[in-house]
């Protein structure tokens, strides 16, 4: 008998856990900045598609995307693939950053970039500050 009941309060947690797909798993507030510096669409798909994994895993975490090198095309208004998809990240609390190196050297200007985007005066400094204050780094594409 106690091994049927055993058996039952497994099974009912394991449906719980597995119907749980989709849920907060951590309150914890991370701070995590991804660096793109790809023009791959697909490695822009990918990192569109993992934000928001994240954010619904752990929806109080501080994301922040920097955008430099080929990398700018995610947040560029003419050129991304993405827009939409970039639109709603920022409108859910996700923070995109040009690199404007990046932008002087593609003759870039703010207005070609994707609404509520900033711009910082260099994508890699930004990520070592970032790191330096405590934050994660995930290299996103090549």
Known sequence: MYKILLFIAFSLVSTFIIGQG???????KHK????MASKDTTDHSALIRQLN?????????????VCHGPGLQLIHKEKSNYT????????NGVDFV????????KKVKKEQLIAKTRTVPGGIL????????????IKAGL
């Open 98 to 105: 040009a690199c404007e190196f990046t932008m002087q050297q």
């Open 84 to 91: 939409r998809q970039v639109e709603s990240l920022i409108s």
């Open 126 to 137: 930004e990520i070592v500050e970032k790191e330096e204050k405590g934050w994660s780094y």
């Open 22 to 28: 989709n849920a907060v798993v951590s309150n914890k």
């Open 32 to 35: 995590i900045i991804f660096q």
């Open 53 to 65: 994994n994240l954010k619904k895993l752990a929806p109080k975490s501080q994301l922040e995307v």
